[in-house]
């Protein structure tokens, strides 16, 4: 049995399977196992998947006949039958440097209290060029040191993702095998619960070299979410399960509920950059965000009233 087993859950990525799968093959530590995930691509996939079905690291081939529609369902799929001690998500339209596996997985040998080890990122584009370093645009923890799982969801994941990028992280299967398949019923976040999920049952290292290749391109589900809405639904629905499962303070869970409400307002005011959210996906971040939590409501309620006072000079 192999020490790490590495899901590549794919769907429509055939410009850059190679690349990625390449990046696997040559990596300087070996001991590891490839499932290959394809959720029934429309592109040339499976042509490209099917030169490696017979080769000696490939373990096993699953190949959806209808597509699921989730990448976090395809991850659920890949962790179900993982042998491995540790599990790699690589991501197929990423890809990762040599020292990567070599890297990450030492520092889980090192630390068995370490749930998660994850490494910074290069941003790329659709040629693989660089465009910059993650280190920037996202919320990090120091590097080199062990965090408090539950401490680093408290502080850091709540409003945001620490982890953008799945591609950039090992963690334990065991762990993995602890959680429920909640993840798996979101669009977009799943990865963010995910990661909450592992953190809440161990702790975290953070590598600050950057080993792993996000790709950013025009098809990054990340964009059609800010469109449709998700962005704001999903993430109250993480606020409401971190206040069920970590204890998350009201002040908090009250003030990033808050931040969610001036999001929604900004976005349907005439003077942003991008257009207005469509009446109809407005309608629905009320709905969900109703059911999901109440504050957020009132508090969207209380902006837009404020809002047009302030238009007809009822308020300064």
Same mark, same amino acid.
């Given at each position: 049995?192999?020490?790490?087993?590495?899901?590549?859950?794919?769907?429509?990525?055939?410009?850059?399977?190679?690349?990625?799968?390449?990046?696997?093959?040559?990596?300087?530590?070996?001991?590891?196992?490839?499932?290959?995930?394809?959720?029934?691509?429309?592109?040339?996939?499976?042509?490209?998947?099917?030169?490696?079905?017979?080769?000696?690291?490939?373990?096993?081939?699953?190949?959806?006949?209808?597509?699921?529609?989730?990448?976090?369902?395809?991850?659920?799929?890949?962790?179900?039958?993982? /042998?491995?001690?540790?599990?790699?998500?690589? /991501?197929?339209?990423?890809?990762?440097?040599?020292?990567?596996?070599?890297?990450?997985?030492?520092?889980?040998?090192?630390?068995?209290?370490?749930?998660?080890? #994850?490494?910074?990122?290069?941003?790329?584009?659709?040629?693989? @060029?660089?465009?910059?370093?993650?280190?920037?645009?996202?919320?990090?923890?120091?590097?080199?040191?062990?965090?408090?799982?539950?401490?680093?969801?408290?502080?850091?994941?709540?409003?945001?993702?620490?982890?953008?990028?799945?591609?950039?992280?090992?963690?334990?299967?065991?762990?993995?095998?602890?959680?429920?398949? @909640? #993840?798996?019923?979101?669009?977009?976040?799943?990865?963010?619960?995910?990661?909450?999920?592992?953190?809440?049952?161990?702790?975290?290292?953070?590598?600050?070299?950057?080993?792993?290749?996000?790709?950013?391109?025009?098809?990054?589900? @990340?964009?059609?979410?800010?469109?449709?809405?998700?962005?704001?639904?999903?993430?109250?629905?993480?606020?409401k399960l971190l206040r069920q499962k970590a204890n998350l303070p009201k002040e908090i869970y009250t003030n990033k509920t808050k931040n969610y409400a001036n999001t929604f307002i900004c976005s349907?005011?005439?003077?942003?950059?991008?257009?207005?959210?469509?009446?109809?996906?407005?309608?629905?971040?009320?709905?969900?965000?109703?059911?999901?939590?109440?504050?957020?409501?009132?508090?969207?309620?209380?902006?837009?009233?404020?809002?047009?006072?302030?238009?007809?000079?009822?308020?300064?």
């Amino acid at each position: 049995m192999s020490k790490v087993t590495i899901i590549l859950p794919n769907y429509n990525h055939a410009a850059y399977l190679n690349k990625r799968i390449e990046s696997i093959l040559h990596q300087t530590y070996q001991d590891f196992e490839i499932i290959l995930m394809d959720d029934f691509s429309t592109d040339k996939s499976r042509e490209v998947l099917n030169q490696y079905l017979h080769h000696p690291k490939v373990c096993k081939v699953l190949f959806n006949t209808i597509n699921s529609g989730s990448t976090f369902l395809q991850w659920q799929k890949g962790i179900d039958v993982a /042998e491995g001690e540790y599990i790699w998500i690589a /991501e197929s339209d990423d890809y990762a440097d040599e020292l990567f596996l070599e890297t990450l997985v030492a520092r889980l040998e090192q630390y068995p209290q370490v749930g998660i080890a #994850y490494c910074q990122s290069f941003r790329v584009d659709e040629h693989n @060029t660089v465009i910059c370093s993650c280190k920037d645009l996202y919320p990090s923890i120091a590097c080199g040191k062990v965090f408090n799982g539950r401490d680093v969801v408290l502080n850091y994941m709540v409003g945001a993702n620490l982890i953008p990028n799945a591609s950039a992280v090992l963690f334990r299967k065991e762990i993995a095998k602890q959680i429920d398949s @909640t #993840y798996t019923q979101f669009k977009f976040s799943g990865d963010w619960w995910f990661w909450c999920e592992l953190l809440l049952k161990s702790d975290i290292i953070h590598i600050c070299e950057e080993m792993n290749y996000f790709r950013l391109h025009r098809n990054k589900v @990340t964009v059609s979410a800010i469109k449709n809405g998700l962005g704001i639904i999903e993430g109250l629905h993480i606020l409401k399960l971190l206040r069920q499962k970590a204890n998350l303070p009201k002040e908090i869970y009250t003030n990033k509920t808050k931040n969610y409400a001036n999001t929604f307002i900004c976005s349907q005011s005439d003077q942003t950059e991008e257009a207005p959210l469509p009446a109809k996906v407005a309608a629905k971040i009320l709905w969900q965000g109703f059911k999901a939590n109440k504050l957020f409501i009132k508090r969207v309620i209380y902006l837009f009233l404020r809002k047009k006072l302030f238009k007809v000079g009822m308020i300064p």
